[in-house]
């Protein structure tokens, strides 16, 4: 049997996962251009339709990959697919954490918003927040990572 529909499952996965994390990083950086806690809080909000996105290419990229990698015989063992499941286990347990810091974020300039809708220092800190910064970024670089692992299998 052809292994081009977990190929494709796989692909299809990556692109969502991928297609999700850039959105969500591009609309949390958008944010903290922007001044008024109304349009902030907006953009934020939109940070939750794509982490969906990410959460549903996630599972099919590694779902598929799993059928994939039965289906050609893969080790397992190998540097390359140990060092992506290493990253992923990364994404997720430094991705909860950024994620909890960036819904505070969120609800807060919700809150701003609904109380006059003018910039604070607490959210002005927040969005800027060099931890939460890092976080993201470093999940934006773990999610390259695992891209060029899979394209170029060292």
């Not at 796989?10 to 903290?32: D, E, K, N, P």
Request: charged share 15%.
């Amino acid at each position: 049997m052809s292994n081009a529909w977990p190929l494709f499952a796989h692909l299809c996965g990556a692109f969502l996962f991928a297609g999700g994390s850039l959105a969500a990083a591009i609309l949390r950086v958008g944010a903290t251009r922007l001044t008024r806690p109304s349009e902030q809080a907006a953009l934020l909000r939109a940070v939750r339709p794509a982490a969906a996105v990410i959460g549903i290419g996630l599972v099919l990229t590694i779902v598929a990959g799993f059928w994939l990698a039965e289906r050609i015989d893969a080790d397992y063992g190998a540097t390359w697919l140990s060092a992506t499941f290493a990253l992923l286990v990364y994404l997720l347990v430094v991705g909860a954490v950024a994620g909890r810091r960036d819904r505070h974020t969120r609800e807060l300039a919700e809150r701003v918003a609904a109380t006059g809708d003018e910039p604070t220092d607490e959210l002005t800190r927040a969005l800027r927040d060099p931890l939460s910064l890092a976080l993201n970024l470093s999940l934006l670089v773990a999610t390259v990572a695992i891209v060029a692992l899979m394209v170029w299998r060292p």
